[in-house]
């Protein structure tokens, strides 16, 4: 069986292989490629898009890997059409797409129907179901009327984004999900935005094995940083980590030794290289933090290796997911994996990860205070805590098993190729 995949990123174990720069994203995907290297009758490649024009075409651990390189200039039909070169050369059986949203996802669907190759489209977050929560349910219009002009300029910027970068991207992410015969994901939520496009797709379910670090590292009560707390990310309004900013003043008061540990880079720092729209964040999030005079609370990491991560967690008092909305947050399964105590927002497919109360604690995103108070349990009842770890931890084990998980994704190819 010659399974091609799609891919949004270049996958770290190549970074040595061809030189580019390893992103810290998508480890799924080189997670379950290990495991499925373990089935003799199964030959994987993988087509990684390159917005770096970066070229390749190589072998690393008997994994095929293609670069599709192209930038927002490039036409369509060079993507098609380099896309089915790399598939006349590699015959697949069949085409995985990992994310929808991206023109080569459309081409792929393209390619496989116009070569009678079945293809299955897999969910990862769902843009078309983000889109209301770009903002991160900031009154986008108090701030503009505020008066102030960090406030103005932010609010504008924030608009800006939602409307003028990310709504462009929801017609590919359609046409991809639209145009599946085969859908694959994970939980209720992406179940249903997939239904609201393509109610004729065969929808099948398969969760993700996550990265190796994960699964060496335990969470051990006496050995925690005591009232510290882990974010997995604070770039993007849709993180919800203001949320964080304004419970902390509350929690502050009882426990003055409180850390805040962000993953990736400050989003307002004086090198941030992205463009001017998606800055208005940052510079709102800086005001904010000053405002509440909560700066020396919160430490923001860099970029972070999943050993790094693991690490950081295993020692954490409390993991915080605080989106807006998500479909199965990777970083969320990662706690739960070693047993860091969780509070997650109830949002997205998040609820079909854990059971409130039992597994996690559970509050409305943009309810600061019940975020506060969620925390402070933690922190004040080492009972509730393990119980959480130990809960949470047998059912990641579970929902993340490598084994199982390769083999429910293989059950998928040949039922599909069945077909």
Not at 35 to 52: G, Q, S
Not at 54 to 65: A, L, P, R, W
Not at 269 to 294: C, E, M, N, P, T
Not at 388 to 394: A, F, G, P, T, Y
Request: hydrophobic content about 40%.
């Amino acid at each position: 069986m010659k399974i091609l995949w799609t891919t949004n990123l270049i996958p770290s174990n190549l970074v040595a292989e061809i030189g580019v720069k390893a992103d810290v994203l998508g480890g799924w995907v080189e997670a379950m490629a290990k495991e499925l290297k373990k089935f003799d009758d199964v030959h994987l490649a993988i087509v990684c898009k390159c917005e770096n024009g970066e070229s390749f075409e190589v072998t690393v651990d008997d994994v095929k890997y293609y670069s599709l390189a192209y930038t927002p200039s490039t036409e369509y039909n060079v993507i098609e059409s380099h896309l089915e070169e790399i598939v006349a050369d590699f015959k697949p059986d069949l085409i995985h797409i990992e994310g929808t949203e991206f023109l080569h996802a459309k081409a792929a669907i393209n390619v496989g129907k116009k070569l009678s190759i079945p293809t299955v489209a897999s969910m990862q977050g769902i843009l078309n179901g983000q889109y209301n929560y770009q903002c991160g349910q900031l009154q986008i219009d108090d701030m503009i009327l505020s008066g102030k002009v960090t406030e103005i300029c932010a609010g504008m910027l924030l608009h800006l984004r939602k409307t003028r970068w990310f709504k462009k991207r929801l017609s590919h992410e359609r046409d991809v999900i639209c145009g599946a015969k085969y859908v694959l994901g994970r939980t209720t939520w992406d179940r249903a935005h997939t239904y609201s496009l393509n109610p004729e797709a065969k929808y099948f379910s398969c969760n993700r094995v996550l990265r190796q670090p994960f699964y060496e590292f335990n969470w051990d009560i006496n050995k925690i940083e005591p009232h510290s707390i882990y974010v997995g990310n604070s770039y993007y309004a849709l993180k919800g980590f203001h949320f964080v900013v304004q419970a902390l003043p509350q929690l502050i008061k009882e426990y003055p030794d409180i850390k805040v540990y962000v993953a990736g880079h400050k989003p307002f720092s004086d090198g941030d290289k992205r463009s001017f729209i998606k800055k208005g964040y940052g510079a709102y999030l800086k005001r904010l933090i000053d405002d509440l005079k909560v700066g020396e609370h919160i430490v923001f990491t860099g970029p972070l290796s999943a050993s790094e991560v693991a690490e950081r967690l295993a020692k954490t008092h409390v993991y915080v997911l605080c989106s807006a909305v998500e479909n199965s947050p990777n970083t969320l399964g990662e706690a739960m994996l070693i047993g860091t105590p969780c509070v997650a927002s109830y949002v997205g497919g998040v609820p079909d990860m854990a059971e409130d109360g039992k597994e996690a604690l559970f509050y409305r995103n943009d309810d600061s205070s019940l975020l506060a108070w969620n925390i402070k349990k933690i922190f004040d009842s080492n009972e509730l805590a393990l119980k959480l770890s130990d809960n949470s931890q047998s059912r990641a084990k579970e929902t993340h098993n490598p084994q199982k998980n390769a083999e429910q994704l293989l059950a998928v190819y040949k039922e599909i190729l069945n077909n």
